[in-house]
């Protein structure tokens, strides 16, 4: 019954490294979507998964930036070489999309902080 | 591409007064949702609004959706300080579109 978890909590890294953003959704919620929030911002769409697939990687900022959800249910966000303007809080969230009524429910981030 | 601002950026009220954020899309949307973040925390779903000019209430708090669709309000009758926190708005421009675009919220202080 629990939430969305994510995975770590917080994490620093130096700049030009790789880093990952796990997520673990809501089990049976099929959407799941990752965001970023900078400081004194609205999260930032990035990435949709509608079961394995992703629907939509509009957001997505670069190719260094990458996500998978192979088996439809926890998801990896994927930061090659990484910079120092990707410093923010990456949000995920999972939804059970039934019709056009729709709560995304949010875990409570991972704080990356590039040096 | 589709931009959603909020007004006013800050609110600092006194306790017990009412608080109201306004919402507005460049563009039409399918739905609005609105969220709260607590400091330190992260966005929990508050509402959805699918239908023109569409009210909706819950206890203190008071949504709507514009007759166009391009824009929306929530009003907070006699805050309190557990109402403490950010506000955002997030829309989707079309149904079967499920790309979420966040407003720049409204930051909420309650002085007691």
């Known amino acids: 019954g629990a939430g969305v978890s994510q995975t770590p909590s917080n994490k620093v890294t130096e700049k030009g490294k790789y880093v990952e953003l796990r997520c673990d959704p809501i089990s049976g919620h099929t959407a799941l979507y990752w965001y970023r929030q900078s400081l004194g911002q609205g999260p930032e769409f990035l990435i949709y998964?509608?079961?394995?697939?992703?629907?939509?990687d509009s957001g997505l900022p670069n190719d260094r930036f990458f996500a998978v959800r192979p088996e439809g249910s926890v998801s990896t966000l994927k930061i090659q070489r990484t910079e120092r303007g990707d410093s923010a809080v990456y949000l995920c969230?999972?939804?059970?999309?039934?019709?056009?009524?729709?709560?995304?429910?949010f875990g409570p981030g991972t704080r990356l902080l590039v040096l | 591409g589709q931009q959603v601002m909020q007004i006013p950026q800050y609110q600092h009220v006194q306790e017990g007064e009412d608080f109201t954020t306004y919402c507005n899309s460049s563009t039409t949307l399918s739905n609005i949702q609105w969220y709260k973040q607590r400091p330190g925390g992260h966005p929990v779903f508050l509402i959805q609004l699918v239908k023109s000019g569409e009210v909706k209430k819950q206890k203190r708090l008071t949504f709507q959706f514009g007759e166009a669709k391009k824009n929306s309000s929530l009003h907070i009758t006699a805050t309190q300080t557990t109402d403490v926190g950010t506000y955002f708005c997030a829309g989707r421009p079309n149904f079967g579109n499920e790309k979420l675009t966040f407003g720049t919220g409204t930051r909420l202080t309650i002085i007691p």
């Open positions: 998964f509608q079961g394995t697939g992703a629907a939509d």
């Open positions: 969230a999972s939804s059970l999309l039934e019709g056009v009524e729709e709560t995304q429910y």
